[in-house]
């Protein structure tokens, strides 16, 4: 059975700074994408950043990127999200999800593409 357990959220201030891991088990290929999304209250869910566990090719939403660093770990099964300079805008809830199709390009931030799905972890961004 696979499983993608998020961790690190919580509250900041603007302009700070958190790390969010996602923690995948159960999965047997070497070949899957890792996506990171979120929801705001009364928003659509929005992909924001997805890298490629084969060449570690990463793809950013135009709202995080430069912002926001997405790394993986293929021996602990692991992801990271590093999320700087935060904004009030950035408060939701954070997923990770894995897709068992390799995918490039803005491509990878489609949800519907995305098997497997944590259970989110919230981020409040306020002072």
């Known amino acids: 059975q696979v499983q993608v357990v998020e961790s690190g959220g919580g509250l900041v201030q603007p302009g700070g700074s958190l790390r969010l891991s996602c923690a995948t088990s159960g999965f047997t290929s070497n070949y899957y994408m890792i996506g990171w999304f979120r929801q705001a209250p009364g928003k659509e869910r929005e992909g924001i950043s997805c890298?490629?566990?084969?060449?570690?090719?990463?793809y950013y939403a135009d709202s995080v990127k430069g912002r926001f660093t997405i790394s993986r770990d293929n021996a602990k099964n692991a992801a990271y999200l590093q999320m700087n300079s935060l904004k009030a805008e950035d408060t939701a809830v954070y997923y990770c999800?894995?897709?068992?199709?390799?995918?490039?390009?803005?491509?990878?931030?489609?949800?519907?593409?995305?098997?497997?799905w944590g259970q989110g972890t919230q981020v409040t961004v306020s002072s």
């Open positions: 999800a894995l897709d068992s199709v390799l995918s490039s390009g803005s491509t990878c931030l489609r949800t519907w593409s995305y098997d497997y």
């Open positions: 890298i490629s566990s084969s060449d570690g090719r990463t």
